[in-house]
């Protein structure tokens, strides 16, 4: 009888090891579909922020295009004076003359009324009033983001509002008192 129970337990044993090793294997796929799951899972959140990120940017394109004929005239004649500097590389102290001439009214405005605003504080004014966006403006100034954020916050502390958001509808308020002649 002992050599039958040795072959039982053996038996046993191996039974116990081969069931041990299947169910380790059946966790191991497990652990890696779920891992092949979530993998697909965060590849479609991605592509679903990516699609949100596009449809953004296409509102922002469609509001722009949405704007008043008077004021898209005013912007695209803004535009295409910055482009004009920065293709001819033309100096800033080009570009701020140009715009100070054209926007002369408000921007004379804005100078009686905040007289601690500098020429750099009114060309962001000007440049955010013509619908430039902060990479815009950093790329027309070859300014760090940190300094414009910087600029707009004295900007905001220097004319008295309350947020660096309200700067642009500001900035655009002003600047509608006078539309450039095309």
């Known amino acids: 009888m002992d050599t039958l129970n040795i072959?039982?337990?053996s038996f046993l044993a191996v039974t116990a090891i081969l069931f041990i090793v299947?169910?380790?294997i059946v966790f191991k796929m497990d652990v890696i579909n779920r891992k092949l799951e979530t993998q697909e899972l965060q590849r479609k959140l991605a592509e679903m922020e990516t699609e949100?990120?596009?449809e953004k940017l296409l509102d922002k394109v469609k509001?722009?295009?949405?704007?008043?004929e008077q004021a898209h005239n005013r912007i695209t004649h803004g535009e295409d004076l910055v482009a004009k500097f920065i293709y001819h590389q033309q100096g800033i102290e080009e570009l701020s003359a140009e715009l100070f001439g054209i926007y002369h009214k408000p921007i004379s405005a804005i100078k009686k009324?905040?007289?601690d605003l500098t020429e750099l504080d009114l060309l962001v004014i000007c440049l955010?009033?013509?619908g430039m966006d902060n990479?815009?403006?950093c790329s027309i100034l070859r300014m760090e983001k940190r300094t414009l954020y910087r600029r707009r916050q004295l900007i905001v502390q220097r004319i008295g509002i309350n947020s660096s958001a309200n700067l642009e509808a500001f900035a655009k308020s002003m600047l509608e008192e006078t539309v450039p002649e095309a």
């Open 7 to 9: 072959v039982f337990y």
């Open 22 to 24: 299947i169910m380790y």
């Open 52 to 54: 949100e990120w596009r």
């Open 63 to 68: 509001e722009k295009i949405a704007i008043t």
């Open 113 to 115: 009324k905040y007289p």
């Open 128 to 130: 955010l009033g013509i």
């Open 135 to 137: 990479v815009e403006i």
